[in-house]
């Protein structure tokens, strides 16, 4: 019989997503999220043509990098406010920017990887579904916005 594929083990095993642990720098615990979405970069595209170069087509370099929004959604919790507060704290010219950190566990709760959102802050907190027929948890969505992101498969910076 072939033996089973360990997830933590080998390389060539998809990560399985269960839950994050978020770390905010005004926090004293991690919070749990069920879904991170938006860590993603991109580069914008530079179109550059010598004047004299013979071909007739532009040359394409990278430009500056370009940081989406990232989405952290997690259940509501009685007297769990502090989002609501932190969204609230930002005013033109008075944002309270934080260092985030947002860690990928296994079934086990150990980390397999680590993003780091730098001068982090948010622009969106809201309730996903204000629905009352079905028998599930409230659902909290917090967006934030930040200048870079670095990542790591170590499970910690």
Request: no cysteine; charged share 20%; hydrophobic share 40%.
């Amino acid at each position: 019989m072939a033996e089973e594929a360990s997830s933590s083990n080998d390389p060539m095993w998809s990560v399985p997503k269960f839950y994050f642990t978020v770390t905010f720098a005004s926090l004293e615990h991690p919070v749990p999220f069920m879904e991170v979405s938006g860590m993603d970069i991109e580069s914008q595209i530079i179109e550059y043509r010598a004047g004299n170069d013979p071909r007739f087509s532009t040359s394409k370099m990278p430009g500056m990098v370009k940081s989406i929004n990232v989405t952290l959604k997690k259940g509501v919790f009685n007297s769990d406010d502090a989002f609501w507060e932190w969204y609230g704290s930002v005013k033109m010219n008075t944002i309270t920017r934080e260092t985030v950190t947002i860690v990928l566990n296994d079934e086990m709760g150990s980390p397999i990887m680590t993003w780091v959102l730098n001068n982090a802050f948010p622009i969106k907190i809201g309730i996903v579904d204000e629905e009352t027929t079905n028998n599930e948890i409230l659902v909290e969505t917090l967006e934030l916005v930040h200048e870079s992101i670095t990542q790591s498969d170590k499970g910690s910076l």
